[in-house]
């Protein structure tokens, strides 16, 4: 024998289904007979669930809110500036980093060149991301605008790059470009990155997408970990500025 949980609701459409046999309308009773179906269940324990649903939500969708990230307009005038003058500030920002930067010294072989020319052709050429004879032409302004006293070639530009002399003084660079923002940066994280050394493979593919281009398998086109640098950097929080590096 089973037990009707919903009493009132059984109650009241028996009663208008009695109302409906007797009455004279039926188009009449019938709606009579519909609103108590409706009352039935506004008053069943289903009911009053439905509130307890709603605040359920409305609290979820408060705290969506809350955790949107906020948006800030882009200054497109200031952008704009930076960008179309960005070549031009880089080379003057460079010759003033490179200003008494020194010579090494050399004893015997043919007199080097201005090393504060080659670093600037080097730094400028690794900016301009074009090839070393396409350089060339960026090269020759600088020369004209008085950036460097002497014109390389591009291959002494080259040599200079694959030359381990070069390299304390990069970081030497590194850290002193980064000393105006000491004011404003207290914090650092530590992050590293891979660098081509002139293949044209994607780093990420090597390390994620593809195990077997990662560990250099002998296969055509396969990266090996000679085509690759690993460069360690400490970088601030705040301002993003890279204070040191190492290889």
Not at 13 to 33: C, H, T
Request: aromatic fraction near 10%; proline fraction near 5%.
């Amino acid at each position: 024998m089973s037990t009707n949980i919903f009493p009132l609701t059984e109650s009241i459409i028996y009663d208008n289904i009695v109302s409906i046999e007797k009455g004279s309308d039926g188009a009449n009773q019938r709606s009579l007979f519909e609103n108590s179906i409706a009352i039935a269940h506004a008053e069943s324990p289903q009911s009053h669930c439905e509130p307890v649903a709603d605040e359920r939500q409305g609290s979820q969708m408060q705290s969506a809110l809350r955790v949107i990230k906020p948006s800030y307009p882009q200054d497109w005038s200031a952008y704009n500036k930076a960008q179309t003058s960005e070549k031009d500030l880089f080379q003057s920002l460079l010759v003033d980093l490179l200003k008494g930067i020194g010579e090494p010294s050399q004893k015997i072989g043919r007199p080097r060149l201005p090393f504060e020319d080659m670093i600037f052709s080097a730094a400028f050429k690794v900016y301009s991301t074009v090839s070393g004879r396409r350089f060339m032409s960026d090269l020759r302004d600088a020369h004209e605008k008085g950036y460097i006293s002497k014109l390389p070639c591009y291959n002494s530009i080259f040599n200079y790059l694959e030359s381990e002399t070069l390299t304390p003084y990069l970081k030497m660079l590194v850290e002193e470009s980064s000393m105006p923002l000491q004011a404003i940066e207290r914090d650092f994280a530590v992050d590293s990155s891979g660098f081509s050394t002139g293949v044209y493979k994607k780093w990420a593919e090597a390390k994620w997408h593809n195990g077997r281009l990662r560990y250099g398998e002998r296969q055509p086109n396969a990266v090996r970990r000679q085509d690759w640098i690993k460069a360690h950097i400490m970088c601030g929080v705040k301002t993003n500025v890279i204070t040191a590096i190492s290889t």
